[in-house]
């Protein structure tokens, strides 16, 4: 997680604003884990989405031939369902915005 969160901080340094980034906390074997990785990312100031993807050795297979966690025959857990809902709704948010920043600067010219 640090590298991610050292990744942010040089973002925001290049002027990407803070509120627009956000973490997915995946691989995780344990609450506790996910505990952890949720507070490291918080304590550095930034969002930290809901839900997570738990370490599986089906999504694992999948990364490593290419594919996605949601093209392989395990189902997902409810945590992985909430993180994409959490991603979905996010991105939906995004793009409202960027649409709306977008009418009001032709409005102006």
């Known amino acids: 997680?640090?590298?991610?969160?050292?990744?942010?901080?040089?973002l925001v340094?290049?002027?990407?604003?803070?509120?627009?980034?956000?973490?997915?906390?995946?691989?995780?074997?344990?609450?506790?884990?996910?505990?952890?990785?949720r507070a490291f990312v918080r304590?550095?100031?930034?969002?930290?989405?809901a839900g997570a993807v738990p370490e599986r050795i089906a999504y694992r297979e999948a990364q490593n031939r290419g594919r996605a966690i949601?093209?392989?025959?395990?189902?997902?857990?409810?945590?992985?369902d909430a993180l994409f809902d959490a991603l979905m709704e996010r991105i939906?948010?995004?793009m409202k915005r960027a649409t709306r920043d977008k009418?009001?600067?032709?409005?102006?010219g």
């Open 92 to 94: 939906a948010a995004e």
């Open 13 to 37: 340094k290049e002027g990407v604003p803070k509120e627009r980034l956000a973490m997915a906390v995946c691989r995780v074997l344990s609450d506790g884990e996910e505990a952890t990785a």
């Open 103 to 108: 009418r009001i600067s032709m409005e102006r």
């Open 70 to 80: 949601t093209e392989t025959t395990t189902k997902l857990t409810a945590q992985t």
């Open 1 to 10: 997680m640090r590298p991610a969160i050292l990744t942010f901080h040089e």
């Open 43 to 49: 304590d550095a100031g930034y969002t930290v989405l």
